[in-house]
């Protein structure tokens, strides 16, 4: 089996102000250290918004669109902006994620990852914010559900932010496992352990600022492997913000680039124990361009490995 990487150049095309840490040189960057792995290369599909109706309301597409500029940017709050091929590029990147799973679920391939942007883990329903406009990972876990019907899917979040998008998206929903480490006191300040959903589905694991990859290791050995395999997911849904770096300018977690491969490889043999390895992951934060693209790479070369 091999590893997809799914993309498309609209994902280029959503241009932030001069500055702003989520740029279209993050991608670029990401694209170009994924270059020379044997991948199989798949163009992204937009998604429709029937199918982003499944975790948004009509309503928040039309706002979308009503905002969407001619020209120059539209700021939708302190940090996320759109310019003219924002929605554009947030329909591709919907779109990748839809196609992954359908990829993986139909063993045309072990396991794929979608290079996008915008990203999506801050999306909440009907409120756009933390640079994202569409719930990338959320949309591939209801998609896997719903469309599929699958019985249990699980989220893992290692983006140095915490997913308050896929939380809210996913808060109601008992197929759901949704596990996300964050550093903590940092924005957007949600992900208490007490926030466990009615369902008792939601697990967040605070990482304290200055901690390094080995107390990562051990709190995912302590709680989140435990709480994987107890799930028995039917489909492990990544969502791989590589802004935990040490190098990351938003943030203050220490992790290294072997931290990275080490969760991917721990993420990918618990896949194989539990669900035949399907692993779709999704490209959150990550602003080092450096360690963004050295990281992701490393993700990569770990899932290309787990598929074989």
């Known amino acids: 089996m091999t590893t997809a990487l799914i993309t498309h150049a609209d994902c280029l095309g959503h241009v932030t102000p001069d500055g702003h840490p989520e740029r279209v040189a993050r991608l670029e960057h990401v694209l170009h250290a994924l270059e020379s792995l044997d991948l199989m290369r798949v163009t992204a599909p937009l ?10 309301p009509a309503s928040y597409m039309q706002m979308l669109a009503s905002k969407l500029p001619g020209g120059g940017f539209q700021q939708l709050d302190a940090d996320t902006h759109m310019s003219p091929g ?20 139909a063993g045309e391939v072990g396991n794929a990852f979608c290079a996008i942007r915008p ?14 406009l569409f719930g990338n990972a959320a949309l591939a876990a209801k998609h896997a559900l719903d469309h599929h019907g699958l019985d249990r899917v699980a989220v893992v979040d290692f983006d140095v932010h915490h997913g308050n998008g896929t939380q809210d998206l996913l808060w109601n929903e008992p197929r759901a496992l949704v596990v ?7 924005w957007p ?7 466990t959903g009615p369902h008792g589905n939601i697990l967040n694991i605070p ?13 995912y050995e302590a709680q989140v492997f435990p709480r994987l395999r107890n799930f028995a997911p039917d489909l492990i849904i990544i969502s791989a913000g590589f802004d935990a770096h040490a190098d990351d300018p938003l943030a203050q977690l220490n992790w290294q680039t072997e931290d990275f491969t080490w969760l991917t490889d721990q993420l990918c043999a618990l896949a194989a124990e539990l669900c035949g390895g399907r692993v779709v992951s999704t490209l959150e934060g ?8 050295q990281s992701t790479r490393a993700h990569v070369e770990a899932l290309i490995e787990a598929a074989r």
């Open 47 to 56: 998604a429709t918004d029937d199918d982003l109706q499944r975790i948004h």
């Open 86 to 105: 924002s929605l554009e590029a947030a329909y591709r990147a919907a779109g990748a994620v839809l196609k992954a799973v359908d990829m993986v679920l």
């Open 119 to 132: 990203p999506g883990h801050h999306a909440e329903t009907a409120i756009p914010m933390g640079f994202c």
């Open 180 to 186: 996300t480490s964050q550093q903590m006191p940092l």
């Open 189 to 195: 300040g949600t992900g208490k352990p007490e926030e």
């Open 207 to 219: 990482l304290a600022p200055e901690s390094d990859g080995t107390v990562m290791r051990a709190a």
């Open 286 to 293: 990550g602003y080092d361009l450096q360690a963004l693209a």
